[in-house]
């Protein structure tokens, strides 16, 4: 199924990750109380990256970063990647030591199957959140994978 391929998973992942803008750049966090997106998103598998930006990183940055990352060989599970922060930063032409994240996502191999009766809630679904969660009901429309 090409749809369980690391790449199109790691472009899922980005895409449930950040918000963007009609030319597809990064605009924000996709997350409760948003917040600014990364100037750069670099998602890695043992055969495929994702590379996205924010609208400030100008063109020439992209390309220097695009570069960089086609440059990084292949990664292997367990490895540590000595360097390829401080590299990805300096070819986005960011201060040595910029904030940075880093951790690991996992995937299960199928068949995985989907809980009985699970849905997708709706505004209209807030009362059927833990109490604690009620206060999402607003938000369950547009905050969500797309």
Known sequence: MADLEPANLLGLRARVLFLYDERDDITGLNERGGGPGPLVYVGR??????????PAMVAERRASVAAFVA???????????????AGLAAAAGLAAGSA?????VYRFPPPIFPPMGAMQLYPAHASLLHPELATLGPELARRRPT
């Open 100 to 104: 940075s994240w880093r951790g690991p």
């Open 45 to 54: 598998t043992t055969g495929s990256v994702v590379v996205r930006f924010a």
């Open 71 to 85: 440059g990084i060989p292949a990664w292997t599970p367990g490895q540590r990647e000595a360097g390829t922060t």
